[in-house]
C-alpha cells in the first residue's frame, strides 16, 4: 500500500499547514483513498501510545481530552469527549469498550485531532516526523491492532 497522501495530510495538519490539510482533505473526501481510514487509525494509535501507557488510569484520559477541548476553538465544540476519551481508551486499556455509536466521520475528526494534539506538542523535526511516520507504516505492515 501507498500511504503516501494520508502522510501529506497528516503532516499538513501536525505542522499547521491548514490551506494544504483542507485541499488534501477535500481530495480525500471527493476519491476516497483507499486504506484511508486504516492509516488514519494506525497514525491514532501511534500518537496515542506516545502519550499514554498501558493501562493508564482513566483520569488522566479524561483530564486530557477536557484540556484539548479547552485549547481548541470554541472550547472543543465540535469535539466530542465521550468519542475521543473511548478511542484513547480503546488504545492504552484493556476496556471492553464499543466505538458503533460514533459515526465513521466522527471517529476521523476524533483521531485526527488528537494526532494533532499529541505530535505537534512534540514539536518533531521532519526527521522525528519521518520516523512517526515509519513507526505508522510499520504498525500497518505488522497487521497493527490499531483499532
Known amino acids: 500500500m501507498n500511504y503516501g497522501k494520508m502522510e501529506q495530510l497528516l503532516r499538513a495538519l501536525v505542522r499547521s499547514n491548514m490551506s494544504s490539510f483542507q485541499l488534501l482533505n477535500q481530495e480525500l473526501e471527493r476519491d476516497k483513498w483507499p486504506d484511508a481510514a486504516r492509516f488514519n487509525r494506525a497514525a491514532f494509535y501511534t500518537a496515542a501510545s506516545r502519550k499514554f501507557r498501558d493501562g493508564q488510569p482513566i483520569q488522566d484520559i479524561i483530564d486530557y481530552v477536557a484540556d484539548l477541548?479547552?485549547?481548541?476553538?470554541?472550547?472543543?465544540?465540535?469535539?466530542?469527549?465521550?468519542?475521543?476519551?473511548?478511542?484513547?481508551?480503546?488504545?492504552?486499556?484493556?476496556?471492553?469498550?464499543?466505538?458503533?455509536?460514533?459515526?465513521?466521520?466522527?471517529?476521523?475528526?476524533?483521531?485526527?485531532?488528537?494526532?494533532?494534539?499529541?505530535?505537534?506538542?512534540?514539536?518533531?523535526?521532519?526527521?522525528e516526523l519521518d520516523a512517526f511516520f515509519a513507526e505508522v507504516r510499520e504498525l500497518l505492515a505488522n497487521n497493527s491492532p490499531a483499532r
Do not use: C, K, T, W
Not at 480503546?90 to 494526532?115: C, G, K, N, T, W
Open 69 to 127: 477541548r479547552r485549547r481548541l476553538p470554541d472550547e472543543g465544540g465540535d469535539l466530542d469527549p465521550r468519542a475521543a476519551e473511548r478511542l484513547i481508551r480503546l488504545v492504552v486499556r484493556d476496556d471492553d469498550l464499543s466505538i458503533d455509536e460514533f459515526a465513521p466521520a466522527q471517529r476521523v475528526h476524533v483521531q485526527q485531532m488528537v494526532i494533532y494534539d499529541i505530535i505537534s506538542s512534540e514539536n518533531l523535526s521532519d526527521e
